[in-house]
């Protein structure tokens, strides 16, 4: 999770990379937007062109563009947020979400999060760290955010908010409208 998070942050990072071409929509159905709540969003599954068990979900809304995205099913871990926090430049944030285990299997994983090309725009680097999730379990998760010496212009940023559980690696988007002092 480390490497994930170091890497997001120094690089624009890119869930699918270039991987899209090799997969082909197998599934779409209309959802509430996990961002902003409304229902403008489209839940879709797709799955690899060869080895049909690779498989990758994803809900991207009209308002908020991409905002989940997971290589894993419904029982996938996954960390829920807020899609847009704001913040003043000077203070530190207190970035809140829940961290979801919606299935029946307890055993460790790891969450994790980073502004992408944070290292570029003068954002803090993120940080990942174990954790030991239990079976349908629901818990707060918090990372303290200091932006006492972003270097960063007041803008919108975004933020990737990961979970891994076994084989499963879930992403949230979220974004930081970082506001002048």
């Given amino acids: 999770m480390e490497l994930l998070v170091e890497h997001a942050h120094t690089s624009w990072w890119d869930f699918t990379d270039s991987a899209l071409p090799a997969l082909r929509q197998e599934a779409s159905r209309p959802c509430a937007c996990p961002g902003c709540g409304r229902p403008t969003a489209t839940a879709i599954r797709y799955a690899h062109r060869v080895d049909r068990g690779l498989t990758l979900r994803v809900v991207r809304c009209r308002r908020c563009g991409m905002v989940r995205q ?8 996954r960390v829920d947020c807020a899609g847009l926090v704001q913040a003043r430049r000077g203070t530190v944030l207190e970035f809140n979400g829940t961290l979801v285990n919606p299935g029946p299997r307890p055993g460790p994983g790891a969450i994790g999060h980073a502004f992408l090309a944070g290292a570029h725009t ?48 879930t992403v949230t988007t979220a974004w930081l409208g970082l506001l002048p002092e």
């Fill in 70 to 77: 997971s290589t894993g099913g419904p029982t996938a871990p």
């Fill in 122 to 169: 003068g954002l803090p680097a993120g940080r990942g760290e174990p954790v030991e999730l239990a079976a349908h379990e629901e818990r707060a998760v918090s990372w303290q955010v200091d932006l006492t010496r972003t270097g960063a212009r007041p803008h919108e940023h975004e933020l990737a908010v990961f979970a891994l559980g076994g084989k499963d690696l």
